[in-house]
């Protein structure tokens, strides 16, 4: 194992969720993530280092090779088209449902249903397997108050303990797709750095499982 390689990680939620096993693997970051302002962070282990990104940013990174390994959740990477990438693992953190919701019955009358999404081409791929023409309006967050100001009718976003709709009197109408944090790699990076990369995945394997 020679080569240094880097991961990228989704910052919040899918971050929390992986520092515990980073360290069960002897790769803890030498930075307290909480209050560095340091960017590319060395960890325990020699040869691997990790950026902490956007979550939209980690699939840019890992597909361009900048970082060798990605985590990030499954709604990112069908949004950002990943098969430049190969999903090594599912990590089975960060669990939760990518849904239709809304109202519980949409009324758009003559004109086409306006949907509010972060997930601009999951959910036109969606409704174009329907044969459904909607309208979709890119929004970066709180979804949940576009059908409640007449923004849209409907929102496809992800839902867990579903407390999120109905502290907002939605409701979860269609399923999309289960989602889940996924381990991704630089196709490059697998046979470049062969050894180095089959190491730590097979890290990520024993102490997922353990
Ligand atoms: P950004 O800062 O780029 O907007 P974000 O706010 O979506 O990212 P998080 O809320 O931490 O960042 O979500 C990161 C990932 O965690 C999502 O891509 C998804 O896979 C998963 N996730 C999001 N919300 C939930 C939830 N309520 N329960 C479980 N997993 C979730
Ligand atoms: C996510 C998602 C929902 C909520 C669902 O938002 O966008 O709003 O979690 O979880 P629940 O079903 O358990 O309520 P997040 O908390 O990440 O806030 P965000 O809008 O800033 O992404």
Redesign the pocket.
Known sequence: MNDKITIAI?????LADTLPVLEKMGMAPLEDLDTTRKLLIDTEHPQVRVVVV???DVPTYVQYGAADLGIA????LMESGSESLYELMDLDI???KLMVAGYKEPKHGARRMRVATKYVHVAQEYFAQQGKQVEIIKL??SMELAPMTDLADIIVD?V?TGNTLRANGLEPLEHIAD?S?RLVANKASMKVKFDTMQTVVEQFRQHLTA
Do not use: Q
């Not at 989704?10 to 899918?14: D, Q």
């Not at 959740?73 to 990112?76: A, F, I, S, T, W």
């Open positions: 989704s910052k919040g939620r899918i956007r979550a939209t959740g499954k709604d990112v960060c669990k939760c970066y967050g992800l867990d989602i944090s």
